[in-house]
């Protein structure tokens, strides 16, 4: 079955639609039981599947989960509130005090606090790594190393990973590998299919689609799976089944919402990148993007989001942008089917051990808009930049 068919037969069974197209909307915290050993039964598979407790999952919510592990080529999906929780929740299942995490200095920023702020209190420690260190990534593991995170491409700066060079000395430490895969949405990258042990997305992104759903998931292999899945009921881990419905929802559409985000960004980034004012473009599917070849070797496509680094600026050009601009819309997050953009609070994203060398970068995140309309709205807030930067 190709990709695209997949998406929409996931996670359809009659079990969860019931007769219908889409799964039921179960909401529950209290399932109840005609008898001791129907209750008996549901205890016995509630790790896989059958209603026991709300906070285990309703039907709505195991019809999400057998789309996504599918999608992922994993052996099971937990679900989470947030993309956030799902990292910080994953991490905190295989780790204890005294261990010691190998973590991608490109991470989306609330992972490197989650990590500094969290997790080094209770006795677990982090070093960072430059995210294109690949084999090199030997040289920081410890006796106490128990994980290797990565994320592909890093957030903001979009560093694409060697990541089956770093899987494979991983291997060879017995290291439990994690990549954050919400650029590569399952349908553009497989993190599993690469031997890594387990894929976290935040689903609030290209999954949701639209901009109105916080969720996050994460998925893991055969090994991994039964402590990720009981680790997340131990944390208290669910979201509701209105949510669990929309992410489900906005899957089914995700593969042309790709095509389409794919094609724009990819015109807007060829056309961003001969801008007098732009150094260079930090789109995977460019050469000027670190990690290009790991890019062309691994992944199926690129999506919307990517990185423009400009020769020269300052904060007030910046913002002179962002207010310029119509189509693009200040905010965080990527993935809906809106236009961002993101310049930073600061001149430089924040890295610990690779340093920054370059002007400022600022993000865009292409949405289903008309492309000329976009590029035209881009058009005239670079000429305010200009202007702001030739005042200085
Ligand atoms: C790469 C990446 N991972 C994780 C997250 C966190 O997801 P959420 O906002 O759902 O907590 C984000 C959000 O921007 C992200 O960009």
């Not at 490197?112 to 030997?138: E, H, N, Q």
């Not at 920081?140 to 290797?148: E, G, K, S």
């Not at 599917?285 to 890019?295: D, N, S, V």
């Not at 340093?355 to 808009?369: C, K, T």
Request: aromatic share 8%; charged share 20%.
């Amino acid at each position: 079955m190709k990709k695209e068919t997949q998406l929409i037969a996931a996670g359809r069974s009659k079990k969860y639609t019931q007769g219908v197209v889409n799964p039921v909307l179960q909401r529950a915290s209290t399932v109840v039981f005609d008898s001791v050993a129907e209750f008996k039964e549901a205890a016995k598979n509630r790790g896989n599947r059958a209603l026991f407790y709300g906070r285990r999952g309703t039907n709505t919510h195991f019809a999400l989960q057998e789309a996504i592990a599918e999608l992922e080529g994993g052996a099971g999906c937990a679900l989470y509130p947030s993309g956030a929780a799902a990292i910080a929740n994953t991490l905190l299942s295989f780790v204890k005090a005294g261990d010691h995490i190998l973590m991608m200095d490109t991470a989306y920023e609330p992972t490197r606090d989650f990590c500094d702020k969290v997790l080094s209190g209770l006795g677990v420690s982090t070093t960072y790594y430059d995210p294109m260190i690949g084999a090199g990534i030997s040289e920081l593991i410890q006796d106490n190393t128990r994980v290797l995170f990565m994320e592909s491409p890093g957030s903001i700066t979009m560093e694409v990973q060697d990541v089956p060079a770093l899987v494979k000395v991983a291997k060879d430490h017995g290291l439990i590998t994690m990549l954050d895969n919400t650029y590569g949405n399952g349908l553009q990258f497989r993190p599993l299919d690469h031997g890594v042990d387990i894929s976290i997305q935040a689903a609030t992104k290209y999954i949701v689609g639209h901009s109105d759903v916080m969720m996050g998931v994460s998925v893991a292999n055969e090994q991994h799976w039964p402590t990720l899945r009981e680790q997340s009921y131990l944390l208290g881990q669910c979201c509701s089944a209105d949510d669990a419905y929309m992410a489900l929802r906005g899957l089914r559409t995700m593969a042309v919402r790709l095509a389409q985000h794919e094609q724009a960004a990819l015109t807007v980034a060829n056309w961003i990148s001969k801008h007098p004012l732009v150094d260079h473009v930090r789109h995977p599917a460019l050469p000027t993007c670190p990690g290009h070849e790991h890019f062309k070797r691994d992944f199926h496509g690129s999506n919307g989001l990517f990185s423009v680094v400009m020769k020269e600026g300052n904060q007030a050009a910046l913002d002179a942008l962002v207010e310029a601009l119509h189509h693009f819309k200040m905010g965080f997050s990527w993935g809906g089917y809106e236009s961002l953009i993101t310049t930073g609070l600061t001149m430089a994203p924040l890295r610990s051990v690779t340093g920054w060398a370059h002007g400022p970068i600022i993000r865009l995140h292409i949405g289903l808009e008309n492309v000329d309309d976009l590029i035209e709205d881009l058009s005239q807030g670079l000429d305010v930049y200009a202007k702001v930067c030739a005042q200085a």
